[in-house]
């Protein structure tokens, strides 16, 4: 496949315009209220200024013990903290473990508190089934329901990599204190990040990229995942 291929093309544009319009609902200044998997901004809705305080009480605690930078976030699921996250790089010297992702993994021990692996996926995990909403453009009629349900209180505008995390997890809301400017003022390229995302592969300015390497082999596991019957979407 080329870059003259038009799948490869169509690819392409709608990675761009997707990081596109991330980075604009990021950027907002005031708390943005986003409907994650929607692709457009929610109506305005009054957060609880309780739970931005104590993601930026978990924020200043990972600063101050030298666990990592200051970002924290809660999840919170009718009107109950059920997830916690801070920034732990530098504690465990991996690159991912950031407010949100923390957040959503101990949200997640909490909900499943068993594993799911060969259940029945019953109502009130994750992997329950639920519809998808009306208008959205999935072509999957139904997902699991992972945390739809729930909202995250952040400190700081979600990074790309939080703010895909978000989208996975199905969360319906995100409220954010500082701005992106805001972040990129203490030394976190966030911005950046997202101005990169909106660029061909190969023009991506902060890692080299080589799209299409052995495609038809990789395709193999798609080709796996499709002749699976009983596959879970998510």
């Known amino acids: 496949m080329t870059d003259h291929d038009p799948e490869f093309s169509r690819r392409t544009m709608v990675a761009g315009a997707t990081a596109w319009l991330l980075y604009n609902v ?11 998997g929607q692709g457009h901004a929610a ?32 999840i919170v699921k009718d009107g109950e903290i059920i997830g916690r996250g801070q920034n732990r790089v530098l504690i465990t010297g991996c690159p991912v473990y950031h407010a949100e992702v923390t957040a959503i993994i101990d949200a997640s021990s909490k909900l499943n508190p068993k594993a799911l692996l060969g259940s029945d996926y019953g109502a009130g995990t994750m992997l329950e089934m639920i519809p998808r909403p009306d208008g959205s453009p999935d072509r999957v009629p139904a997902r699991a329901k992972m945390l739809a349900g ?19 997890s199905r969360i319906n809301r995100v409220y954010f204190g ?48 499709t002749n699976k019957q009983d596959r879970h979407p998510y």
């Open 26 to 36: 990021a950027e907002q200044r005031t708390s943005t209220v986003w409907a994650a």
């Open 43 to 74: 109506p305005p809705h009054a957060g609880n200024p309780k739970f931005a305080e104590e993601a930026t009480r978990l924020a200043i605690e990972s600063v101050e013990k030298g666990w990592g930078g200051p970002f924290g976030a809660v």
């Open 150 to 168: 729930c909202e995250i209180y952040i400190n700081a505008a979600p990074c790309p990599m939080c703010m895909s995390a978000i989208y996975w």
């Open 178 to 225: 500082a701005s992106l400017e805001d972040t990129s003022a203490i030394g976190f390229d966030d911005a950046f990040q997202y101005e990169d995302f909106r660029l061909p592969w190969e023009q991506r300015k902060n890692v080299s990229v080589t799209p299409n390497f052995e495609r038809e082999t990789c395709l193999k596991a798609y080709q796996s995942w």
